[in-house]
């Protein structure tokens, strides 16, 4: 597992990175086969969302596809948007976000891999005709109007001229348009640091909405639908990651090399070396014999102070006086 990781940040290498949008693709080709073999099925799936979007009165794409076409240079403007930003944003913010924010940018990969692959299976097994194509209805096909202007196919929607057969027609529900846009603005406004980055990535969702619906290419329904799906796969991310770092991957949330059982944090210091005392020995064979250790007690102690001989007792001179009286007393008896 180590050789699929940079030891480094943690993240995945880059072949295996290139190895995810290899397997978008043919999982996105895999769609468009089922697809074409289900045009009938697709344009009931594009009736009834539109009848159900007339029964909830949240049909705006037919009133401003009508509008767009009354404004030739906003309409061109609208093609080159919807032919161009969707494929060139947000790459560009995978490898901004690999290069400025890496402790955050697995998390918003996988959140992006997985809303792709949920609308992917969307795709095949609700094959939903744009508005431009259903039948019987009066909505203009802009990018086919004004092909003249751009390098798209008059056919194939964003597709260039010539690669009509990459794209999938039928890919209407969930809108993959919206929910990347959704998840462009969220980064923009989340890590921008610039005001007008925060501003754009705030416009970016609403912008592509608009242009989606007036150059009727999805359903309000389908935009909705794609909103929720990115909102579930971040929600399943977020957990993901919180469970990773409860049960001891830490340092995967950050964009570090998961450590598995590492739940508990250690103190700094907890791997620092340890001095561990080593058992002494028995005393005899450490220990001299005490005459060797300790010099004799005379040429340790200091010589003991000269005691002053006792003083004579004091004789008092009334006993001067008694001795001579009393002398004088014996004389006298003899």
Known sequence: MRRLRNQTTGLLVWWVEVLMLVILYYSYTGTRAVADASTGEAMRMGHDLLRLETFLHLDPELGLNRWLQSVP????????????????????????????HPPRYAQARWTLVI????????????PTAPPRLLTGTSYVDTMSHFEGWGWWSGSASAAPDGLEGLTNQYAALPSLHCAWSLWCGFLLVRFGRRPL??????????????????????????????????????????????????????GSAAGQPAVPGAGSQLAP???APVSVPLPSPPPSSLAPPPSSLAPPPSSLAP????????????????????????RADGAHAN
């Open 73 to 100: 240079v906003l309409a061109v403007v609208c093609c080159y948007y919807y032919a161009t930003l969707h494929f060139v944003v947000t790459p560009a913010l995978l490898v901004w976000m690999h290069r400025r």
């Open 115 to 126: 809303t792709t692959l949920i609308c992917l299976v969307g795709f095949f097994l609700f």
């Open 197 to 250: 980055v925060r501003v754009l990535g705030a416009l970016y969702p609403a912008a592509t909405l608009f242009v989606v619906m007036s150059t009727s290419n999805h359903y309000l329904l389908d935009a909705v639908a794609g909103w929720a799906v990115l909102g579930g796969a971040a929600g399943a991310v977020a957990l993901v990651a919180g469970w990773r770092s409860r049960v001891g991957f830490v």
């Open 269 to 271: 210091n907890a791997l």
């Open 303 to 326: 010589p003991p102070s000269p005691v002053p001989p006792p003083a004579p007792p004091a004789t008092s001179s009334m006993a001067m006086r008694v001795t001579p009286v009393a």
